[in-house]
């Protein structure tokens, strides 16, 4: 296939049963390089599970997906290595200062001394903290603390970072900076997978999928998805989505 | 390694800047040492006696001060009738009551049978049964001092009573190898479960799992911090013992310590498996502490003698790893016993450690698929 290597995340019919019931039903999409992808879909829709399945923590029932070209079922320890994950709780110490934290993942990722006392000085740079190193992040403001964790989740470099709702309980201001930053970083070339349930967010996003049920129901650009739904907004697109099917 | 090391010392700035951890790590076991110490004591002083002499001679006035000259007893009233005694009773002035009957003398030297009458104040039973034992004690001493006065020496059996091990019973003796139990299992197995219940609550959980880090390094690094101080807390206890309540080490010091590590290892094993079920750290505390810290201090005779419990209370208390430990302490610490002596409960141990782990693994297996 000479087409695999400009994707950075392919899926052909991912499917994950837990006994009868099929949670993420034959999903499948290809994620370009560099791109800003969004995974939308209400609570219970299979959102998680699915993305569980690309990071390597869950093993799909049926189908085939490769991560940074790597493969779910064999290669899960690669994927690892490739991919940068954060969650909506941020996954920071709060007990520990910013410096600590930058050291303790870098650790647990195998970088070098040197190599983690780079990342202190580009992070803290990056975030305008350079000043606050030394503060625990338990003092910092939400908005600060999400970029941090943003930060952290890339702090190996990999190739893919796949972020679960990060943006739950964030004022508009703070969520605008934030995307400044995921845009910043698809500019250098990694690859971001992001859910939300914040439709004016699923706007900022390249391409975006709907999943409803545990299908995967639309996909595209949200200019095509509104024209496809002959809707004003995404809200409108995701509402019709939802109501078309419980009909 | 470089790996372990920095989830180490990530461990020791948790601790080091959490002061209700610092708290539990090193305040408790010192704080229960000295609880324990000074309150869970059979020893009683001055208890309280009212004396009810209906035959009010010389014999009863002997006996009577007979029983108070020993100083563990206080005369506190003089009633006349047993209802004047039940008042004192009620009144909480005496915890003892002995009757002594009007035909008492002649009893003694004519019929050769003399009864006495104690009546005991038992909303308190265990301190009812010791004034009562040792009443009877003073009673029997009585007697024979008397036959020995005596011309004609009845026939009677002396009994020679000797405490073995613990000869003048202290409490210490069975209260420091209990402690050192509660306190392992408290801080090793709930620190751990609440430390991974914690990373969970707080979603740091998902990144470790994320990472390529092995989930056995997670584990281990998380927990070595941990069993590394409980096991220093252990010799806290043993050394506060010693020093402060006289409990000896007659039997090996590497024997005991090796075993306390086993006991460690059941107990961080526990507390795995409890972290594998608890979602967050309220739960993790609240089931080790009705799993863990209940059963250790209730069940494995570290408080109340196993055999004096129901049936199915005993057949519980076989599970509790406490149960075995405090055995394995009590044989090396205070019978000198070498290996031979706790190759049994040294053996169930390693069963459970065995089973609790497999136990842990597989559900930390089912938590990440």
Redesign the interface.
């Known amino acids: 296939m000479p087409m695999q290597e400009s994707y950075a995340i392919e899926a052909q019919g991912l499917t994950k049963r837990f006994g009868d019931f099929t949670a993420v039903d034959a999903i499948s999409f290809n994620v370009k390089k560099g791109e800003i992808f969004g995974f939308l879909g209400a609570n219970g829709a299979g959102k998680t599970t699915a993305i569980k399945m690309l ?5 799909p029932s049926a189908g085939e997906a490769t991560i940074a070209g790597f493969d779910v079922y064999n290669e899960t ?1 690669r994927i ?2 490739n ?1 940068g ?12 200062t910013i410096a ?1 934290n930058i ?3 870098g ?4 970088l070098s001394r040197r190599q983690i006392a780079l990342k202190i000085v580009e992070i803290t740079e990056r975030l305008q903290l350079e000043d606050y190193s030394d503060k ?1 992040v338990g003092e910092l403001p939400l908005g600060w603390k999400q970029r941090l964790a943003f930060s952290l989740a890339g702090v190996h470099d990999p190739a893919i970072i796949f972020l679960d709702e990060p943006t739950g309980g964030v004022d508009p201001t703070t969520r605008r900076q934030f995307w400044e930053m995921i845009y910043e970083a698809a500019a250098r070339g990694i690859t971001i997978f992001v859910t939300t349930h914040y439709m004016d967010e699923a706007e900022y996003c390249n391409r975006i999928s709907i999943m409803v049920d545990g299908r995967m129901d639309a996909l595209g650009s949200p200019r095509e998805l509104k024209e496809q739904f002959a809707a004003a907004s995404m809200d409108e697109v995701f509402v019709r989505l939802v109501r078309g099917n419980s009909n | 390694m ?2 372990f ?3 180490v ?2 461990e020791i ?2 601790i080091l ?2 002061r209700r951890t610092l708290a539990i790590l090193f305040g408790m076991p010192i704080a229960l040492v000295l609880i324990f110490g000074y309150t869970v004591t059979n020893e009683f002083k001055d208890a309280s006696v009212a004396i009810v002499n209906q035959a009010n001679d010389e014999l009863s006035q002997e006996f009577i001060e007979h029983l108070t000259s020993s100083g563990h007893f206080q005369l506190v009233a003089l009633p006349q009738t047993r209802d004047e005694l039940e008042t004192t009773f009620r009144a909480n002035q005496a915890k003892l009551g002995v009757v002594i009957p009007p035909s008492f003398s002649d009893d003694f030297y004519r019929q050769k049978a003399a009864t006495i009458q104690l009546i005991a104040d038992a909303t308190e039973p265990n301190y009812a049964t010791t004034l009562v034992n040792y009443a009877n004690q003073m009673i029997r001493s009585f007697q024979q001092q008397k036959n020995q006065m005596s011309e004609q020496a009845p026939y009677s059996v002396a009994v020679q009573t000797r405490m073995y091990y613990n000869p003048q019973l202290e409490g210490a003796y069975n209260f420091v190898p209990g402690t050192v139990a509660l306190i392992l299992m408290l801080i090793c197995a709930m620190m751990t479960s609440l430390t991974i219940a914690k990373e969970k609550e ?3 959980m ?8 092995p989930p056995m390094l997670i584990i281990l690094g998380k927990v070595t911090p941990y069993a590394v101080l409980s096991f220093i807390d252990a010799i806290i206890v043993f050394v506060l013992g010693y020093f402060l309540f006289d409990v000896p080490v007659r039997g090996s010091v590497p024997l005991l310590l090796a075993l306390c590590l086993l006991y460690l290892f059941v107990a961080l094993a526990l507390g795995l498996l409890i972290s594998t079920k608890a979602a967050n750290q309220q739960t993790a505390m609240m089931t080790s502490l009705f799993t863990l810290m209940l059963p250790t201090m209730l069940l494995s005779g570290f408080l109340f003698p196993i055999p004096s419990m129901p049936t199915i209370l005993q057949y519980i208390s076989k599970v509790i790893p406490a149960k075995y430990f405090i055995q394995i302490e009590q044989a090396v610490m205070l019978k000198a016993a070498g290996w031979e002596a706790v190759a049994f409960p040294t053996l169930v141990l390693t069963i459970m450690l065995v089973v609790l782990l497999a136990a842990a693994w597989k559900n930390f297996k089912v938590v ?2």
């Open positions: 990071i390597g923590l869950s093993r320890e690892k290595e991919i994950y954060m969650s909506q709780k941020f996954s920071l110490y709060e007990d520990l600590e050291r303790f993942y650790g647990v990722y195998g625990l | 470089k790996i090391w920095a989830f010392r990530k700035y948790h800047r959490d707080l979603g740091t998902d990144l470790l799992l994320v990472s390529p880090l990440k698929a």
